[in-house]
């Protein structure tokens, strides 16, 4: 076994893979960026727990980067989607389940009056800035540097085989800072299609931060004033935070959301829910996928959202993100070595102080890695409704060998 | 029951999802614009036939507008899904699954040296653009006009939401057609990356047209004129025309191949197939989807593949698609009524004369859906390898239906 990769099966499907994808790996799912030991492909994954290609079992601290909600394997969405699938799966037209769901998310998500259906996040977010297009007649959408939206050309975190036509109504701000919001919406001017915003503030590499109630009232009443649309991509925390919708705690209600990720545990599916001010432009707009209409993912989505309701699962994540962050927050003050922790609990964010290059981040997930523990040191992380107080805990031994290899 | 409509649990499920859904549906399955009586909701698929929500059964000739490529519910495909879907779904990286895939494709696919995967042809069709950009460095894309590339703004057949910025690179020449693809060429000047095109021309109400030789040799001399990328959008047509790849009976080979539809017979996947020459540029972009490395997809799509090889499904396809189109060329003799049946014969386009405004077409299809066939009447239509003679023979009765409404 060679000792300085990931494990033998691992190293040679990597080989192999070399052989046929391009860099071995693509997107956000690519090993190579991690810190060594971190294998590239997956086995298998049951409730919190994921074994890679070499039979080693981690504590899943990522859950798939987020569409593990209630955890791998959940039975009664796994049911739902068995029972769709045995009916039918890409027919000629959506089954009911369609209809069913787009009733769910109405009922539960407070701004919305309809829903509509993508595949990936990416969908849903362009989605949304076509139908703020077309529900105003103007062109101009304010981002936030550096959220990540999707990657496409019109907001990929890389500019490689990207035009500057792609971006050239693209107008940016940064995140909880209104003077820069209105010095956006000023160069916009009469042409302001839409303003765009992430839940919270969830850069990788650098600390989260939650969106001031000011901040979120201030981009609601500059999307009023111009009659725009202000859209809440709520992809990476959706039904994480507020079963409402995201911003549903501050009391800011988006034209449009943007849903991916946690919709149906695991399973394929976006969505972008509207209210009434933009259901006309969202009924002339031509968008669709071979493969949006699949009904087993819808089925299985009807279920992640009851089980949801019915677990009251944010306040589980809640509870077990705490203990994580405690529990982290008491290594480090042993260890002396200073964490950040940030954004929501639930969405856990470990970045080392004097930090930098992340390299202390890295040495701290190898270690943890190795002792049974799956964290990112870059990226957040996810929980799910599967973490139970013993997986936390057993997470936190694998994080004290981290501070270990740190302090050592 | 309400005889206006198309039954009473489709009409009533309608009339919920008007209420949810912007305009009641969307894209291309969106039954809105279908003749009077075409469902708009399905309950259950086996094999080649279909039963609506209302409990009606038809022989399916759509075939999900493509993706059911060897019939809904494939034993084989099925298993091979449901044994990688009881291991993992979504997990932190992609299962082997994903490598064994990009061996396969590399294998089958006669230009590809390597493969990439999403989920729908529009994530494949824009990921060839953006590998063409970073391959070559350059910017203009050649397109054919009428051709459909997928449904987000830079190739989309609406313009609700669109930017002209969106297609500033984006310039037409006509399918089949040297001379306009050489005044294209001109007009890219040092400016082309890519040339793209579709396997064959399959617009949307109009007869199909099938590529001269001349014609797509002179799109691969063009393009290694200029060191572009040749884009085959493989799409629609992949794994149902050739099994190496839809232009390999030309003798002509793409640098790029987007395929999706057919290629997990029904689960949701797409991939991009590359040569040497754009491996670089393909390695460089960052594309990526939160579902776009699930892995029970991928299981279906290898099984697919196999299924088709050992079972000659091509073969088959054109036999029962011969066995349709003499049928219906009988009909129309003895019914003295001109069809007009072009391209592929396992991907029917049935066209009537002398009806520019499709009304023949929307009469003849409504009466031969009550008599129990699937038929559409301005877009292609799709067989698997589910069809026997008997379902053949069976929409032949049901089209006999139809020619005698025209005659009536």
């Not at 086995?43 to 798939?64: F, I, K, N, P, Q």
């Not at 077990?320 to 260890?335: E, F, V, W, Y």
């Not at 599967?386 to 004290?400: F, G, T, V």
Request: with cysteine; aromatic share 8%; glycine share 10%.
């Amino acid at each position: 076994m060679n000792q300085r990769h990931d494990g033998e099966i691992d190293l040679a499907l990597r080989a192999r893979a070399k052989q046929v994808i391009p860099g071995g790996m693509y997107g956000h799912q690519n090993a190579a960026p991690l810190p060594e030991g971190y294998p590239q492909f997956f086995a298998r994954a049951t409730g919190c727990h994921v074994w890679d290609v070499d039979g080693r079992e981690y504590v899943d601290l990522m859950c798939s980067w987020g569409p593990v909600l209630l955890g791998h394997h959940h039975a009664g969405v796994d049911a739902a989607y068995q029972k769709q699938a045995a009916l039918g799966v890409s027919m000629n037209g959506p089954a009911p389940a369609l209809v069913e769901l787009a009733e769910t998310l109405v009922d539960r998500i407070a701004h919305a009056d309809w829903a509509l259906f993508q595949k990936n996040g990416t969908d849903a977010t362009t989605t949304c800035v076509t139908i703020a297009r077309a529900g105003t007649g103007r062109r101009k959408i304010l981002v936030a540097q550096g959220s990540y939206h999707g990657a496409v050309p019109w907001c990929s975190p890389s500019l490689v085989g990207v035009t500057t036509e792609d971006r050239a109504h693209v107008i940016q701000y940064q995140y909880n800072d209104i003077a820069s919001l209105n010095a956006a919406v000023q160069e916009a001017g009469t042409d302001l299609a839409a303003i765009l915003v992430t839940a919270f503030r969830h850069d990788i590499g650098r600390d989260q931060e939650m969106p001031t109630i000011e901040f979120a009232k201030a981009l609601r009443a500059a999307a009023t004033a111009a009659d725009a649309a202000l859209i809440l991509d709520d992809v990476r925390a959706g039904f994480r935070l507020h079963a409402a919708g995201s911003w549903e705690a501050l009391g800011v209600r988006p034209d449009l959301s943007a849903f991916s990720k946690g919709i149906a545990n695991g399973y394929p599916l976006a969505a972008v829910t509207g209210n009434e001010r933009f259901r006309e432009g969202a009924g002339r707009i031509y968008v669709t996928g071979s493969f949006w209409c699949e009904a087993p993912p819808m089925a299985a989505a009807i279920a992640t959202l009851q089980e949801t309701k019915a677990s009251n699962t944010i306040a589980h994540l809640v509870a077990m993100g705490q203990r994580l962050r405690d529990g982290l927050a008491k290594l480090s003050d042993q260890a002396g070595i200073g964490v950040r922790q940030t954004g929501p609990v639930q969405m856990p964010m470990v970045l080392f102080d004097d930090d930098a290059d992340n390299a202390k981040g890295r040495r701290f997930c190898a270690a943890t890695l190795r002792a049974g523990a799956y964290f990112h040191p870059r990226h957040n992380m996810f929980l799910s409704a599967a973490h139970q107080p013993e997986d936390i805990d057993k997470a936190l031994s694998a994080a004290a060998a981290g501070f270990e290899a740190l302090a050592g």
